[in-house]
Every structure is written in structure tokens, then in C-alpha cells.
């Protein structure tokens, strides 16, 4: 099975605070997406990257960055913390030549 | 520009009723529809649709694809409190030579004893 790992399940943090969110997949998989989830308004994607050091801006980058070091490991770093980015973030990866998405437990993430 | 829309957004139905919920589409490069059943963690995968009239079925979960009218239902018999979930609906789209999801909003079911 597929088995994709976020760093946290729950985090607090300060505005203006530096935040690093953490998804390591174990399948080779090409592919690692970010998303954040927000009632009403579905998976909104930030950031995904098609390869090791490659990156791609989503849906809502804005305040958002990240690393892609590794094959296995895709990071999203909050340089300043805002109240607005409260929030489930959840982290997915895929195969090349498929379309499922498997997705990690996530982050519940409070700014305050 | 691409969007997927469901309906309705919530529902609460009693235990042993059949539910039906849509998802419709308008995507360039359509490539399949996903399902995915999310309660308190990460969505987990139901279905993968890419042929219009084809039923998928698993258990008391069944889907469909109208790739001409451009929908998808999913349909849940002799619901269970279990069902009560968020169901997420996502369209997959060739970019490129890459995909892209393009995400619906949900649908939160609520199975009342």
C-alpha cells in the first residue's frame, strides 16, 4: 500500500512565525501536490511538483513556498505565519501515468 | 474555466434511505472523474470514472459517468451511519503531458439514526 506521512497532525503557531509542513511519500512517486481545505470551498491546490527540485504554482501560492530536495519528500514552508492560513493542509502523491491521488493524514494547522 | 460543482453542498437523510449525489463538470482535456469518500482524516478513493454508462459498484456504493452532459452521480443504498462523510468529487485533466485535479467543494452527508 501507498503510504503517504505528514510531520504533524496538529500545530499551533504566532503570527509572523516561520512554519514548515513535511510530507514524505514512500512509492517512488513522481508526482506531490499540496493542498490546503476550507469549508465550503473543497482542495484548493498551492504548490505541486512533477520532479525532484521542480516546482509548479497552484491555485492559491500566494504566501506559500517549497522544497523539493528528494524524490520522497515535499515540504511547504509558510514564511510569515498569518491568521488567514488557519487551516487542514493535506499533502498527496501520484504515479506518472495514473490519476488517483493518495493523500496523507494532514495538518491541522492554527495561526494565532 | 475549468470548475466542478456539486450538489447539493450538505444532506441529512435517516438510516435505510438511498442518497444520490451530483457532481457536474466543465473541464477542457477531460481525462476521468474521481469520487473519493473523506471523514476526519485525508480522502480516501472510491471510484475512478473515464467511460460514459459504465457502472462502477462496490457494495452499496455505485457511480456513473454522462460524459455528454458532462455529470457524474454517486449513489449510496440502505445508508448506514458510516456514510455520514464528506464526499469529494475531482475532475482529471491532461495538462500538458501531466495531470491536473480540478476539485468540487463537497458534499457533507449526514445518516441520522
Known amino acids: 500500500d501507498v503510504k503517504v506521512t505528514q510531520s504533524s497532525r496538529y500545530l499551533v503557531k504566532r503570527t509572523g512565525e516561520k512554519v514548515f509542513l513535511e510530507c514524505v511519500q514512500d512509492?517512488?512517486?513522481?508526482?506531490m501536490f499540496w493542498y490546503r481545505q476550507d469549508p465550503g470551498l473543497g482542495l484548493r491546490l498551492i504548490y505541486f511538483?512533477?520532479?525532484?527540485?521542480?516546482?509548479e504554482k497552484g491555485d492559491i501560492p500566494e504566501g506559500y513556498s517549497v522544497s523539493r530536495e528528494k524524490k520522497e519528500r515535499f515540504s511547504l514552508i509558510l514564511e510569515s505565519a498569518s491568521t488567514n492560513q488557519t487551516s487542514m493542509y493535506l499533502c498527496?502523491?501520484?504515479?506518472?501515468?495514473?490519476?488517483?491521488?493518495?493523500f496523507g493524514p494532514g495538518t491541522r494547522l492554527t495561526v494565532l | 474555466e475549468d470548475k466542478v460543482v456539486q450538489s447539493p453542498l450538505s444532506l441529512v437523510v435517516h438510516e435505510g434511505d438511498t442518497v444520490t449525489l451530483n457532481c457536474s463538470y466543465e473541464v477542457t482535456n477531460f481525462r476521468s472523474l474521481l469520487w473519493y469518500k473523506q471523514e476526519k482524516k485525508a480522502p480516501t478513493f472510491l471510484f475512478m470514472l473515464t467511460s460514459s454508462g459504465i457502472e462502477k459498484k462496490s457494495g452499496r456504493l455505485s457511480s456513473i459517468l454522462d460524459k455528454k452532459e458532462l455529470f457524474s452521480i454517486l449513489n449510496i443504498t440502505a445508508t448506514q451511519t458510516g456514510d455520514s462523510a464528506v464526499y469529494l468529487c475531482?475532475?482529471?485533466?491532461?495538462?500538458?503531458?501531466?495531470?491536473?485535479?480540478?476539485w468540487g467543494a463537497g458534499t457533507k452527508l449526514i445518516i441520522k439514526p
Open positions: 498527496a502523491s501520484r504515479g506518472t501515468g495514473y490519476n488517483e491521488q493518495f
Open positions: 512509492m517512488d512517486h513522481e508526482n
Open positions: 511538483s512533477y520532479d525532484v527540485k521542480m516546482k
Open positions: 475531482a475532475v482529471v485533466a491532461s495538462v500538458d503531458s501531466n495531470y491536473q485535479l480540478i
